[in-house]
């Protein structure tokens, strides 16, 4: 007609040819369907065996745990005796510093190397003297090296007095002290020279540094912003 574009028909193609491309396509539908059928019942045939030869192993080992136990024990025996003693031995050291064993004469008694004796021994708030900082308060026990032995001050408060105990090795000495007033906090009673190795058994040689030693440890546990001061029978903790 007149004024009207013509429109371009697309071919149609015969019967036979469209139904050849259809099934075709069918026909590979189906074949991919059956590729993941059979890919799935792979995976499950697979997750069985595994699962059978699971129960299989666990089987067996529930049925041959005593031997199997028998054979890792043989096996592995001297590592296992070896842990065993180790592991007592730190038990008995750690009960016989709870009692105030020097840790030296535990490590001889139990034949454990000092060093770790020394490490069971800081949980307890044991140090070793070339470590120590006496500017931060520790608890009330500790020991630390001193000379070839080792030494311990702890306290016994009694209200308005009470007792400096020191320890140096199995010797023990009990120094009284009292509460002072203004800038003296304590008086701690130490004996003089001249009657120091009668009352307490330990050369007099080894006194300064025993009295010095005292006051560090009084000022780290007891009181950190103070000072202490050496006098002929006496050591004065003081405000510094």
Same mark, same amino acid.
């Given at each position: ?118 490490? =069971?021994? +800081? #949980? ?7 470590? /120590?900082?006496?500017? &931060?308060?520790?608890?009330? %026990? ?71 030693? =005292?006051? +560090? #440890? ?7 912003? /103070?000072?202490?001061? &050496?006098?002929?029978?006496? %050591? ?5």
């Amino acid at each position: 007609m007149p004024g009207l574009t013509s429109i371009q028909r697309m071919p149609v193609p015969e019967s036979s040819s469209y139904k050849a491309i259809m099934q075709k396509m069918l026909d590979d539908n189906a074949k991919a369907a059956a590729a993941v059928v059979a890919g799935a019942q792979k995976v499950r045939e697979e997750v069985a065996a595994e699962r059978e030869a699971a129960r299989k192993a666990l089987l067996e080992t529930t049925q041959n745990a005593p031997a199997l136990a028998a054979k890792y024990y043989r096996q592995h025996w001297n590592r296992i005796e070896k842990d065993l003693r180790e592991q007592i031995n730190r038990d008995l050291a750690t009960k016989l510093l709870a009692v105030s064993e020097p840790p030296d004469e535990v490590a001889a008694l139990l034949g454990m190397p000092e060093a770790e004796v020394l490490e =069971i021994a +800081q #949980r307890f708030g044991y140090f070793e003297m070339e470590v /120590y900082d006496f500017g &931060i308060p520790e608890p009330d %026990i500790k020991w630390q090296k001193m000379d070839t032995t080792y030494a311990r001050v702890s306290y016994e408060d009694q209200g308005r007095g009470g007792y400096v105990i020191f320890q140096l090795g199995n010797t023990i000495c009990r120094f009284w002290y009292e509460f002072g007033g203004g800038t003296t906090l304590v008086f701690i009673d130490v004996p003089a020279e001249a009657h120091w190795e009668a009352q307490t058994k330990i050369p007099l040689a080894q006194r300064d540094q025993i009295l010095n030693f =005292i006051g +560090q #440890r009084v000022i780290a546990d007891k009181a950190p912003e /103070y000072g202490y001061r &050496i006098e002929p029978t006496s %050591i004065v903790i003081f405000m510094d």
